[in-house]
């Protein structure tokens, strides 16, 4: 077998199948994916990041087996565009947007930079704190 073959199966989770489902025994396993370069290749043009239909079905399988968040530098609005799953729960913009799915209508929300905002806004006017 080639050197990259045996590299890249090193580092896929199927490699150690036995480790991680002896690991898992008895705990609860949430899945945390990253988007870019993970769930879609990486592109010149972050706008066409698309994922493929064969991924999508991946994840929504993944999500019915266990609770599933995608975590990404990109805003919520962007990534839901290219998932479009609504069963997942979404980490944007770096962690300082957060949607999980719930039956009430717009799901749980967490944005912990909201409280910064009025301080950021007046850095951005130009307003320096002593
Ligand atoms: O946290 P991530 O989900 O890994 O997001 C990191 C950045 O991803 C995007 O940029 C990267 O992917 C682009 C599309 O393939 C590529 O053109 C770029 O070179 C990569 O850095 C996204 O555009 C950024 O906003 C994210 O911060």
């Not at 690991?23 to 879609?40: C, E, R």
């Not at 990534?79 to 300082?96: I, Q, R, T």
């Not at 947007?97 to 007046?122: E, R, T, W, Y």
Request: with cysteine; charged share 25%; hydrophobic share 35%.
């Amino acid at each position: 077998m080639c050197e990259l073959k045996q590299k890249r199966q090193k580092t896929s989770a199927l490699y150690f199948l036995d480790e991680i489902t002896n690991a898992s025994s008895g705990k609860h396993v949430v899945m945390f994916l990253d988007y870019d370069g993970t769930l879609s290749p990486i592109v010149d043009n972050p706008d066409l990041a698309y994922m493929s239909d064969a991924m999508r079905e991946t994840v929504r399988k993944l999500a019915s087996c266990f609770p599933t968040a995608i975590v990404t530098g990109r805003c919520i609005d962007k990534v839901y565009d290219f998932v479009k799953l609504a069963e997942l729960s979404y980490a944007g913009s770096h962690g300082m947007d957060i949607k999980c799915p719930s039956k009430h209508k717009k799901g749980v929300v967490f944005q912990p930079a909201n409280d910064f905002l009025p301080m950021i806004d007046k850095r951005g006017k130009g307003e320096f704190f002593s």
